[in-house]
């Protein structure tokens, strides 16, 4: 009889840890298009008992856990190539928008683009015009409405650089405010967790949630995930982020200017900023650093480098250099001619505000010269038909005023280089870019080949389940069937 209803016992143990197989796969198909979801499956473990010390027999089987399916290495290489991706998707971006802005390089339609050289090639041809004709007042209107052109050129660039820059300080205090949010919510799922789990329980859906979080977080900032004895900690630069149920929040001070440069802190106070080394915020804290823009002295040979952290202070600074040693070199020229009036010249660069050196923000063509054509200086002398002055002025489009990297350069070629820098730079983020996006690709598929949902696999998996169920029906139907008969025969 023993026997008997042990085999009763032995079908009803398939029955229900088959049930619970077909529990998982019914959960599994309906997240199959769920972002984030990670097939869970039903671990049995085989049930048996020793009959005097020496036999084993087995008494059937039990569900030993519930788990997901995922590799946590997986998860974390992912993570690090996501925060780089991100990286470089916000350089490559930033890089792409500032070739547009200079519209130097060919289009996608395959147009080369007309910027700020023909701008210069234009100014320097109204100086070589007005050396042939020197009294002609076209000429020398010609000269002032290009030397404008210029500036107003050159000061479009710089203001949407600027922009650029501005949206940078944006972009570091949005990023700072969402991993904030993100961290707040992965230590409240860190909670839920411990409760769910504390008396033997199952949480695979708020891990699920979790780690889709955690995901969430890398583009933003290269985190780092430890998880013991059930609490999960997340590390900025070795310094935790969340804590179990405990998340710090982090500031930012500044606004991306020299004088109060970004900076991001913990709630402690302390600098956070060197923490952050990937992800779209590292790249918005470089690009918004303005520490590589300044005035120059335009008395020594300004030597322009491509080393700044940003490379928006970079490109504005070159632009500075090209405009403010231009000046310089045309003001020393232009006040030591005559104008028609047989006076001596003056500057034909001045600054808007007197109070600060010429820049590219800070500079006008003289407005007595606008104002009064024939103060404009082509003759070193009171001489009829000299053109001493303009065509010095003219050949300067030739002359090497300039230091890119330690080498003499004139300001086409100066210009060129500051063109093949960024054009550089440009590629070399871009190809970064497409580098770490195909690897995030990789690895994200290799966690979709363990965690992902197949219908295929699970509709094979429900029909095994659904036939052990039934053949563990049939044992205990069977069974019923012995009992109800021995039952009878006993009356």
């Not at 005035?295 to 405009?323: K, P, V």
């Not at 231009?326 to 500057?347: F, M, W």
Request: hydrophobic letters at 35%.
């Amino acid at each position: 009889m023993g026997s008997t209803f042990s085999t009763y016992n032995i079908a009803y143990s398939g029955m229900y840890t088959n049930q619970a197989a077909l529990a998982a796969v019914s959960n599994n198909l309906s997240n199959v298009s769920t972002t984030g979801a990670s097939r869970t499956r039903v671990a049995a473990a085989e049930q048996s008992i020793v009959i005097a010390g020496q036999t084993s027999v087995g008494t059937g089987t039990s569900v030993q856990s519930i788990t997901r399916a995922r590799d946590q290495l997986l998860d974390s290489t992912y993570r690090t190539q996501n925060a780089d991706a991100n990286y470089w998707a916000v350089k490559s971006g930033d890089l792409e928008y500032m070739q547009e802005i200079l519209n130097e390089f060919e289009s996608d339609d395959g147009t080369s683009g007309t910027g700020l050289q023909a701008t210069i090639e234009d100014f320097f041809s109204a100086w070589e015009e007005l050396a042939k004709d020197p009294s002609a007042q076209s000429n020398r209107q010609a000269v002032t409405e290009a030397a404008s052109s210029l500036i107003s050129a050159l000061s479009e660039i710089d203001s949407q650089l600027q922009q650029l820059q501005v949206d940078a300080v944006a972009g570091v205090k949005d990023g700072v405010a969402s991993l904030n949010d993100l961290a707040g919510q992965v230590a409240d799922l860190n909670k839920q967790i411990s409760a769910a789990e504390a008396g033997g329980g199952e949480a695979s859906y708020l891990r699920d949630q979790r780690d889709s979080l955690l995901d969430q977080m890398s583009s933003l900032a290269g985190i780092s995930t430890v998880e013991s004895n059930g609490v999960l900690q997340v590390t900025l630069g070795g310094v935790n982020l969340v804590n179990g149920s405990t998340a710090h929040t982090l500031t930012v001070e500044g606004d991306g200017s020299t004088e109060h440069p970004l900076v991001v802190k913990w709630d402690d106070n302390l600098d956070c900023t060197n923490s952050i080394t990937s992800g779209s915020i590292k790249a918005y804290l470089e690009d918004a650093d303005q520490t590589g823009y300044a005035a120059i002295d335009t008395t020594d040979d300004y030597n322009f480098t491509t080393t700044a952290t940003s490379s928006i202070s970079t490109l504005r600074q070159g632009l500075n250099d090209l405009i403010t040693t231009l000046a310089a070199q045309i003001n020393t020229l232009h006040s030591s001619g005559t104008d028609l009036d047989g006076e001596q010249g003056l500057d034909f660069f001045t600054a808007i505000d007197d109070s600060q050196p010429l820049s590219i923000t800070n500079i006008q063509v003289n407005p007595t010269l606008v104002d009064d054509p024939d103060k404009l200086v082509a003759a070193a002398s009171s001489s009829s038909g000299d053109n001493t002055i303009a065509t010095a002025i003219s050949d300067l489009s030739s002359t090497s005023c300039y230091k890119l990297d330690g080498l003499s350069l004139d300001i086409n070629n100066f210009y060129a280089g500051v063109i093949s820098w960024i054009g550089t730079a440009g590629d070399t983020a871009a190809s970064s870019y497409a580098t770490q996006t195909a690897l995030v690709t990789q690895v994200e598929n290799q966690r979709q080949s363990i965690s992902g949902i197949s219908t295929d696999e699970e509709m094979s998996n429900m029909i095994m389940y659904q036939n052990a169920y039934a053949a563990s029906a049939r044992v205990l139907s069977t069974v019923d069937g012995l009992i109800a008969g021995l039952i009878e025969d006993l009356g």
